[in-house]
């Protein structure tokens, strides 16, 4: 995010009416919604399952007024609500829709056909940042997802930044990224976009497995890989990182309902060499889990009620909300899903972990967001315990729109927000978050000292947005890791250069390879800092790494924001010129 995005934004009269127009659709939603949107289920259609009060099902029998009416109602009451307690997943049988959905904070728009073109939006699908008077650097926490758009003027808008995924969206028009002001996103995969993809303002952007009729715009750091229609490789003028082919993924599992009206979840096969998307030629591969299969939580569900369902082999399905966790859940066996609706969040008991996952085979964590408590927790979510060793290329652990906040709702306090010690783990789309704005925000407030550590061998990320941690953002020991894009703001807030020292070195690198490792690359890496508390504040360098062979980064950019607010000395080692109020952007194609 710039730091234009923490200046508070004049409240102009749209503002106002909108606040008004949100409290009382507040009231409105308190009162009317019970349950499903839908019409009671039609003759031959299965029941649907309980899904909780803020999953709203909309069925093409509905009337366009009524589905717009609700849509708006949650759309007044989300647009504003940053840090709010309200998640909603708004869910769309296979069927035409002539609708117009604005999303906002913390909702998910999710059409249930097996393809996305089962689920037709004859209108928009779209993220706006009025409320911000354009500036969509704080447009976070919402999605879109397998559904097809056709807008009627030709083109729609994607105007977010971090942990707003337009995922499995078949769009027949353009698509803009921003509203005009600055933007700081932001990740596309698994779609099809068949007009230009209009970048803007976008300060970088992650497209994965696609296809796009054009793309237009650059700023910093725009990364694509296995997408038809990206841009020629060409950092950095403009800085545009094309590598041809994804090396191993998983798409993220989604609910759908089958021919019969039974909800079900699809859970994408494993693609190596992979470009495009996972579902145009014909029916996706992959497995489809009956919804009985899963224990359906909903806020306030007992942890271990939880567990002895995970252990009896069943997966497990979190409805929107916030689940305030009295303990840990673990993830024991293989295969299991675990899948968010809504966005919703995991708040881990005191001094406890929120999610556990065994060494075992083939576990996929999706949609959720771990929101730190007041207790400090060690670390809020665990791939594999230490030492972990187990081979699971064949059949590896995958995490899908996987969000970690420290601070901003609460004062929330965590040393490592993301642990990762299994081997072979693929980590699609993740920010880890230690808050710079919102409640509960200060350096020995929402002390958290890392986003991510990486022990495992073999670990791949793609989409890696880690920020504003005290030491380094990203640790990473393990062998062979990948990353495919990184975005990287420092902590904004160290009150003196004392405060923020690495032993003998002014501050931390925002990636670290260990002296010990081997083999790493990474491609597309953007490193930011702006100490506003402390501008003559010094980090020497925005990644850090081992001078061998097989360690190897492409295509990296420092920023300093602001103009200049604070200085990185260098971009790798020692290697890159310095980022300062004199000279703000600093691009080095390769290392070594």
């Given at each position: 995010m710039s730091d234009s995005a923490r200046r508070t934004?004049?409240?102009?009269?749209?503002?106002?009416?909108?606040?008004?127009?949100?409290?009382?659709?507040?009231?409105?939603?308190?009162?009317?919604?019970?349950?499903?949107?839908?019409?009671?289920?039609?003759?031959?259609?299965?029941?649907?399952?309980?899904?909780?009060?803020?999953?709203?099902?909309?069925?093409?029998?509905?009337?366009?007024?009524?589905?717009?009416?609700?849509?708006?109602?949650?759309?007044?009451?989300?647009?504003?609500?940053?840090?709010?307690?309200?998640?909603?997943?708004?869910?769309?049988?296979?069927?035409?829709?002539?609708?117009?959905?604005n999303i906002g904070?913390?909702?998910?728009?999710?059409?249930?056909?097996?393809?996305?073109?089962?689920?037709?939006?004859?209108?928009?699908?779209?993220?706006?940042?009025?409320?911000?008077?354009?500036?969509?650097?704080?447009?976070?926490?919402?999605?879109?997802?397998?559904?097809?758009?056709?807008?009627?003027?030709?083109?729609?808008?994607?105007?977010?930044?971090?942990?707003a995924p337009y995922r499995r969206v078949h769009l027949r028009g353009d698509?803009?990224?921003?509203?005009?002001?600055?933007?700081?996103?932001?990740?596309?995969?698994?779609?099809?976009?068949?007009?230009?993809?209009?970048?803007?303002?976008?300060?970088?952007?992650?497209?994965?497995?696609?296809?796009?009729g054009s793309w237009a715009g650059a700023n910093w750091n725009m990364v694509f890989l296995g997408t038809g229609g990206a841009p020629g490789d060409s950092f950095p003028e403009p800085p545009y990182t094309t590598v041809e082919r994804t090396p191993v993924i998983r798409e993220k599992p989604f609910l759908?309902?089958?021919?019969?009206?039974?909800?079900?979840?699809?859970?994408?096969?494993?693609?190596?060499?992979?470009?495009?998307?996972?579902?145009?030629?014909?029916?996706?591969?992959?497995?489809?889990?009956?919804?009985?299969?899963?224990?359906?939580?909903?806020?306030?569900?007992?942890?271990?009620?939880?567990?002895?369902?995970?252990?009896?082999?069943?997966?497990?399905?979190?409805?929107?909300?916030?689940?305030?966790?009295?303990?840990?859940?673990?993830?024991?066996?293989?295969?299991?899903?675990?899948?968010?609706?809504?966005?919703?969040?995991?708040?881990?008991?005191?001094?406890?972990?929120?999610?556990?996952?065994?060494?075992?085979?083939g576990v996929k964590i999706a949609g959720i967001l771990v929101d730190a408590n007041e207790q400090s927790s060690p670390v809020l979510l665990v791939v594999g315990p230490e030492g972990a060793d187990a081979d699971h290329a064949a059949n590896p652990t995958s995490l899908h729109d996987v969000f970690c906040r420290v601070g901003g709702r609460h004062a929330g306090r965590a040393d490592v927000s993301l642990a990762i010690n299994s081997n072979h783990v693929i980590c699609d789309h993740l920010w880890l978050w230690r808050g710079d704005h919102g409640e509960g925000i200060g350096w020995d407030t929402n002390p958290a000292k890392y986003g991510l550590i990486v022990n495992g061998d073999d670990v791949t990320c793609y989409g890696l947005f880690v920020e504003h941690y005290q030491d380094y953002q990203v640790y990473w020991n393990g062998e062979r890791g990948r990353t495919y894009f990184f975005q990287s703001e420092m902590p904004y807030d160290p009150p003196n250069q004392d405060a923020w020292m690495n032993r003998g070195t002014r501050g931390f690198a925002s990636y670290k390879v260990d002296d010990a490792v081997d083999d790493h690359q990474a491609f597309g890496l953007g490193v930011y800092c702006f100490f506003n508390v402390d501008p003559s504040v010094v980090s020497e360098r925005a990644i850090e790494a081992p001078q061998k062979e097989g360690v190897r980064f492409r295509h990296m950019v420092t920023i300093s924001l602001g103009g200049g607010t604070g200085t990185i000395n260098h971009v790798v080692n020692d290697t890159g010129g310095a980022v300062t109020s004199g000279k703000t952007e600093e691009n080095l194609v390769s290392y070594p």
């Open positions: 934004p004049p409240v102009s009269r749209r503002a106002l009416l909108a606040g008004a127009a949100a409290t009382g659709a507040a009231a409105a939603l308190g009162a009317a919604t019970t349950g499903s949107a839908s019409a009671a289920p039609r003759a031959g259609r299965a029941a649907a399952p309980d899904l909780g009060p803020n999953a709203l099902v909309f069925d093409p029998s509905m009337s366009a007024e009524s589905i717009q009416a609700k849509l708006d109602e949650v759309f007044a009451q989300q647009e504003r609500d940053q840090f709010g307690s309200s998640r909603y997943a708004l869910l769309f049988l296979p069927g035409s829709y002539q609708v117009d959905a904070f913390n909702t998910q728009i999710l059409g249930l056909g097996l393809s996305p073109d089962d689920v037709t939006i004859n209108g928009t699908v779209h993220a706006e940042a009025d409320w911000f008077d354009g500036n969509a650097t704080q447009n976070f926490w919402r999605v879109a997802e397998n559904l097809s758009v056709t807008p009627p003027s030709g083109g729609d808008r994607w105007a977010v930044s971090q942990a698509l803009a990224l921003d509203d005009n002001g600055w933007a700081s996103g932001g990740f596309l995969a698994d779609s099809r976009i068949e007009g230009q993809v209009n970048s803007g303002t976008q300060q970088q952007w992650f497209t994965r497995n696609s296809g796009l759908y309902v089958d021919e019969g009206g039974a909800y079900r979840v699809f859970v994408p096969a494993l693609r190596t060499d992979a470009t495009g998307t996972s579902w145009e030629n014909g029916t996706p591969r992959g497995e489809s889990l009956p919804v009985e299969d899963f224990l359906i939580a909903q806020p306030g569900t007992p942890v271990a009620e939880i567990n002895s369902a995970l252990a009896d082999g069943r997966h497990l399905l979190l409805t929107p909300g916030i689940h305030e966790l009295d303990g840990t859940i673990e993830v024991t066996r293989a295969d299991t899903v675990v899948l968010g609706l809504g966005l919703a969040t995991l708040t881990p008991a005191g001094g406890a972990a929120a999610l556990t996952v065994a060494d075992v085979d």
